[in-house]
């Protein structure tokens, strides 16, 4: 029988319709894999144990196969090694099978102790991909948050994605704040959103906190950015240079007028001269006159054009004055 070997495929996954879908899979897969021979019309059982000897390689494509990357369910790991022993033997063996961590749940305290075992499960430089919604946090939120927080600094350094959605400021500051100077050196995709976005008509209190995002030190191989309703101070300094994909979205940016756009553009394009794709939005459905925070930008006249190289592709959802000013302050040849 082949063998996981601990492999290092790293894979997420998404299966809503398991047991239909593995066995169509099969089917297909099987009826041309050489030395195995599945019949179209046999039996449950005849199907069951068949599966239950394909080889590993065969096992991985079919879980491929069924991966949906945009909801990633986390069912996917514990009913495939449900399946037999010897689905079970492989899901075991695969690491990337147990390094999504999503704490979406209400009460998150089942999930962590799930996730325990989860992370026992992978190999040590297998990267995470990591969600923190906002349903934890309705009531003991801070209780929550140190929970979750403990369980995942540890693996600070394996961390290859980390989103997280709108929270409560002092949730928010308390995992940025706990996340502190520490390297998270496989970090390529950051994402971050405000409070807020889905809560339409409510006013939001004041705060004075700024998130301390010293991303050229604690991430330095960011590929990634999106930042949604969140103060875009120290946004040019903050981050590396390796920066790839930005995408801001800020209510205010539709009443700062043109010029102030237009400076925040130059700014990030003279700051990041990898980046390949933009966005600047200030379509967020939230009560706008909760987020009244300065931009960051110059008051001096912008330049009058700036030129970036490797920029491929720029979106911008503003106020058409505002657009048309960007786009005729810029020179970008490789634009797609």
């Given at each position: 029988m082949a063998t996981p070997e601990n492999s290092s495929i790293c894979l997420n996954f998404d299966v809503e319709q398991c047991s239909s879908s593995v066995t169509e899979c099969a089917k297909t897969l099987l009826d041309t894999a050489p030395g195995v021979s599945l019949e179209a019309a046999g039996s449950p059982q005849h199907i069951h144990r068949t599966l239950s000897n394909i080889p590993h390689d065969i096992f991985i494509i079919i879980v491929f196969l069924l991966w949906n990357r945009e909801t990633?369910?986390?069912?996917?790991?514990?009913?495939?090694?449900?399946?037999?022993?010897?689905?079970?033997?492989?899901?075991?063996?695969?690491?990337?099978?147990?390094s999504t961590l999503q704490f979406t749940q209400f009460?998150?305290?089942?999930?962590?102790?799930?996730?325990?075992?989860?992370?026992?499960?992978?190999?040590?430089?297998?990267p995470l991909d990591i969600t923190i919604g906002r349903w934890p946090f309705q009531a003991a939120s801070v209780k929550h948050a140190k929970a979750i927080m403990r369980l995942i600094m540890p693996?600070?350094?394996?961390?290859?994605?980390?989103?997280?959605?709108?929270?409560?400021?002092?949730?928010?500051?308390?995992?940025f704040d706990r996340w502190?100077?520490?390297?998270?050196?496989?970090?390529?995709?950051?994402?971050?959103?405000?409070?807020?976005?889905?809560?339409?008509?409510?006013?939001?209190?004041?705060?004075?906190?700024?998130?301390k995002l010293l991303i050229k030190t604690r991430a330095p191989g960011l590929r990634e950015l999106d930042f949604r309703a969140l103060p875009l101070s120290h946004l040019a300094e903050g981050?590396?240079?390796?920066?790839?994909?930005?995408?801001?979205?800020?209510?205010?940016?539709?009443?700062?007028?043109?010029e102030a756009n237009v400076n925040l553009v130059h700014l990030i394009l003279k700051s990041h001269r990898n980046l390949l794709a933009l966005s600047i939005s200030s379509d967020i459905y939230v009560y706008a006159s909760a987020f009244r925070t300065r931009i960051p930008v110059t008051r001096e006249q912008p330049l009058s054009r700036v030129s970036h190289s490797t920029l491929t592709e720029i979106t911008i959802h503003l106020p058409s004055a505002y657009q048309t000013r960007i786009l005729e302050s810029l020179d970008l040849p490789n634009l797609r």
């Open positions: 990633q369910d986390q069912h996917l790991p514990t009913t495939v090694s449900h399946v037999c022993r010897t689905w079970r033997y492989y899901a075991l063996g695969t690491p990337s099978f147990w009460d998150p305290n089942r999930t962590i102790q799930k996730y325990k075992i989860w992370l026992t499960r992978t190999l040590p430089d297998c693996h600070v350094g394996r961390w290859r994605s980390l989103q997280v959605d709108p929270v409560p400021v002092k949730i928010l500051r308390f995992i502190g100077s520490a390297e998270a050196p496989m970090l390529e995709v950051l994402k971050v959103f405000g409070k807020g976005i889905w809560s339409t008509g409510v006013e939001l209190r004041p705060s004075k906190w700024r998130m981050f590396n240079t390796r920066l790839q994909v930005l995408r801001l979205t800020h209510p205010d940016l539709r009443f700062a007028g043109a």
